[in-house]
């Protein structure tokens, strides 16, 4: 069974603070992997995808890096800011069944004033 | 496009009784995949279709779900003889068939069973 680590659980950083949420898998046959941000009782917004052949992406203050040799992502958000605070969520697909999603447990991020 | 809606929002019912919530997707997706998520817990795959055809169906989709695309269009999800456990955000997704473009969400149905 695929399992989607996501460390820390929570994370609480002052406004301006660059910092890096992780994400970690078992299998390394991914397909591709997504990060998303869900908002308290909200649906998912996607922030990045990356394929199985990328080394990372970037959009904006965020930059996502794969590493499937060791079965690891991480999100990367510069400069925060108060409206980041949410919940970020990571999510695999795989090689042999890219049919759905496996997520992870999410950070939940609170960015202080 | 605005993108992937769901209806209602939320959700009251009594224990016992059935509910139905509806998803439209992107009207140039032709996958459509339906999501429960727990409080605390990341999003658990329960179905998918490609255009009206259900391809795939999780074990945590027991015989009181069941889940139709009728024209390959909107989906709807029903829950027979709701229990307390049934409480959950239930998200739709869809996407192209190359899902090298990855999913979009809708907002989710909120369920609780009271």
């Known amino acids: 069974k695929q399992e989607v680590t996501q460390i820390p659980a929570a994370l609480s950083v002052p406004e301006g603070e660059n910092l890096v949420l992780n994400c970690s898998f078992t299998?390394?046959?991914?397909?591709?992997l997504q990060w998303f941000r869900q908002d308290p009782g909200k649906g998912l917004t996607s922030l990045l995808l990356?394929?199985?052949?990328?080394r990372e992406q970037t959009s904006g203050r965020l930059n996502a890096s794969l590493d499937k040799s060791s079965g690891r992502s991480t999100l990367y958000i510069a400069a925060s800011q108060p409206g980041d605070s949410a919940t970020y969520l990571c999510?695999?697909?795989?090689?042999?069944?890219?049919?759905?999603?496996?997520f992870g447990s999410g950070t939940k991020l609170n960015v202080k004033p | 496009d605005t993108g992937v809606s769901q209806d209602p929002r939320h959700k009251i019912t009594k224990r016992g009784q059935n509910v139905t919530f509806r998803c439209d997707p992107i009207s140039e997706h032709n996958r459509l995949y339906w999501y429960r998520q727990t409080l605390g817990q990341g999003p658990e795959f329960l179905t998918y279709?490609?255009?009206?055809?259900?391809?795939?169906k999780s074990r945590l989709l027991s015989d009181r779900f069941s889940a139709e695309r009728p024209k390959g269009s909107f989906s709807t999800l029903e829950i027979q003889r709701t229990e307390q456990g049934d409480s959950a955000m239930y998200l739709c997704a869809s996407s192209w068939e190359d899902r090298a473009y990855g999913y979009t969400f809708g907002s989710g149905t909120r369920l609780t069973v009271v």
């Open positions: 999510a695999i697909s795989l090689k042999y069944n890219f049919n759905k999603f496996y």
């Open positions: 299998d390394s046959a991914i397909y591709n």
């Open positions: 990356i394929q199985s052949s990328q």
């Open positions: 279709f490609q255009n009206e055809a259900q391809l795939e």
